[in-house]
C-alpha cells in the first residue's frame, strides 16, 4: 500500500459538481449499534471506543453492560430522531451500515429504504481489522454483501471499513462489485487509486467534521461548538469553490453521539444551512 503525498497538487482539480455547485456536502450516518464488540457476537472483550464512557477499556472474558446501553440508545432512539429530522427535509445521506446491526434491526433497514438513503457497508462487524487475517476479512466483506442482499434486495455500492489494514482495499477492489470505498481523509475531492490493478475511487471520509468528537478527550462540549466547527469548514470550502476549485465536505454523525438536546439544535440548524 503506497502513500501518496501530493494529490491533485497546486493546480487542484475541478470536479464539475451538477448544476456547477461551489460545495457538495455528504452526510453520513454511522449505523453501527449491535455490530460493536461483544463476548455475544463471540468476541474477546466488551466495546471500548466511542460511548459517554471517555476513556473505557475492554472488560476481556466480560460484558460491558453500560457500553452496551449506551450503544442501545443509538438504535433504539437516537437512530429514529435522526430519521425524523432528515426525512422532515427530505435530505439526503449516506448510511455507513455494519452488516451486523442491520441484521438485528430490520425495521430501520426498512426506514432507511424507505427514504431513500445510500446504504452503504461498514463492514460486517464494527470491530479493529488490523490484525484479522486476509481470509477472515474476505469472508466478512462476502457476509456483508449477502446481509445487504437479503435485507435490502440488492448490494452496496460503496464501502467504510473504518478500521481497516493494509490488505482491505486489495481485497475491495478483488471483490470487484464496489464503486467506491471511503476509507480515506487525505483529501477534500474523491480520486482514483490504481494500487491493485485497475482504477478505484476513494471518497474521502472524515474524523474533523464529526460528532465523534463529543466523546473523545478535548472535544466538543455543547452543541454550538460542533457547529461552529461545522461552519468554519463550510465557509473555507466554499470560498475556495466560489474561487474556482470546487471541493466536498462530509460531516459524520452517530445515532448513539447526536442526541442530546444541545446536539439536536446543533444539527438542526446544520441541516437548515443556517452559517
Given at each position: 500500500?503506497?502513500?501518496?503525498?501530493?494529490?491533485?497538487?497546486r493546480?487542484?482539480?475541478?470536479?464539475?459538481?451538477?448544476?456547477?455547485?461551489k460545495?457538495?456536502?455528504?452526510f453520513?450516518?454511522?449505523?453501527?449499534?449491535?455490530?460493536?464488540n461483544?463476548?455475544l457476537?463471540?468476541?474477546?472483550?466488551?466495546?471500548?471506543?466511542l460511548?459517554?464512557?471517555?476513556?473505557?477499556?475492554?472488560?476481556i472474558?466480560?460484558?460491558?453492560?453500560?457500553?452496551?446501553?449506551?450503544?442501545?440508545?443509538?438504535?433504539?432512539a437516537?437512530?429514529?430522531?435522526l430519521?425524523?429530522?432528515?426525512?422532515?427535509?427530505?435530505?439526503?445521506?449516506?448510511?455507513?451500515a455494519?452488516?451486523?446491526?442491520?441484521e438485528?434491526?430490520?425495521?430501520?433497514?426498512?426506514?432507511?429504504?424507505?427514504?431513500?438513503?445510500?446504504?452503504?457497508?461498514?463492514?460486517?462487524?464494527?470491530i479493529?481489522?488490523?490484525?484479522?487475517?486476509?481470509?477472515?476479512e474476505?469472508?466478512?466483506?462476502?457476509?456483508?454483501?449477502?446481509v445487504?442482499?437479503?435485507?435490502t434486495?440488492k448490494?452496496?455500492?460503496?464501502?467504510?471499513?473504518?478500521?481497516?489494514n493494509?490488505?482491505?482495499?486489495?481485497?475491495?477492489?478483488?471483490?470487484?462489485?464496489?464503486?467506491?470505498d471511503?476509507?480515506?481523509?487525505?483529501?477534500?475531492?474523491?480520486?482514483?487509486?490504481?494500487?491493485?490493478?485497475?482504477?478505484?475511487?476513494?471518497?474521502?471520509?472524515?474524523?474533523?467534521?464529526?460528532?465523534?468528537?463529543?466523546?473523545s478527550?478535548?472535544?466538543?462540549?455543547n452543541?454550538?461548538?460542533?457547529?461552529s466547527a461545522?461552519?468554519?469548514?463550510?465557509?473555507?470550502l466554499?470560498?475556495?469553490?466560489r474561487?474556482?476549485?470546487?471541493?466536498?465536505?462530509?460531516?459524520g454523525?452517530h445515532?448513539r453521539?447526536?442526541?442530546?438536546?444541545?446536539?439536536?439544535?446543533?444539527?438542526?440548524?446544520?441541516?437548515?444551512?443556517?452559517?
Amino acid at each position: 500500500m503506497v502513500r501518496d503525498l501530493i494529490g491533485y497538487g497546486r493546480e487542484g482539480y475541478d470536479p464539475k459538481w451538477p448544476k456547477e455547485a461551489k460545495l457538495a456536502i455528504q452526510f453520513v450516518i454511522n449505523y453501527e449499534e449491535g455490530g460493536e464488540n461483544c463476548i455475544l457476537e463471540g468476541d474477546k472483550g466488551s466495546e471500548h471506543l466511542l460511548s459517554d464512557i471517555v476513556g473505557a477499556t475492554s472488560y476481556i472474558g466480560a460484558r460491558h453492560l453500560n457500553v452496551e446501553s449506551l450503544y442501545e440508545y443509538g438504535s433504539r432512539a437516537g437512530f429514529w430522531r435522526l430519521h425524523r429530522i432528515f426525512t422532515e427535509r427530505s435530505l439526503p445521506c449516506t448510511v455507513f451500515a455494519v452488516g451486523r446491526a442491520l441484521e438485528h434491526n430490520p425495521e430501520a433497514v426498512q426506514a432507511m429504504m424507505d427514504a431513500k438513503w445510500e446504504i452503504a457497508s461498514h463492514g460486517y462487524r464494527w470491530i479493529d481489522y488490523l490484525n484479522v487475517d486476509m481470509a477472515t476479512e474476505r469472508k466478512h466483506i462476502a457476509d456483508t454483501i449477502q446481509v445487504h442482499l437479503r435485507l435490502t434486495g440488492k448490494r452496496p455500492t460503496g464501502i467504510y471499513q473504518g478500521k481497516p489494514n493494509v490488505n482491505t482495499r486489495r481485497l475491495i477492489v478483488e471483490e470487484g462489485g464496489f464503486l467506491y470505498d471511503a476509507d480515506a481523509y487525505n483529501d477534500d475531492l474523491p480520486y482514483w487509486n490504481y494500487d491493485h490493478g485497475k482504477p478505484h475511487l476513494i471518497v474521502p471520509y472524515t474524523l474533523t467534521n464529526n460528532d465523534m468528537k463529543f466523546v473523545s478527550p478535548g472535544g466538543f462540549a455543547n452543541g454550538d461548538q460542533f457547529f461552529s466547527a461545522l461552519k468554519d469548514a463550510f465557509d473555507t470550502l466554499l470560498a475556495e469553490g466560489r474561487n474556482g476549485a470546487p471541493k466536498m465536505m462530509s460531516i459524520g454523525l452517530h445515532c448513539r453521539i447526536v442526541r442530546w438536546s444541545t446536539n439536536s439544535h446543533c444539527r438542526t440548524h446544520s441541516l437548515l444551512g443556517v452559517h
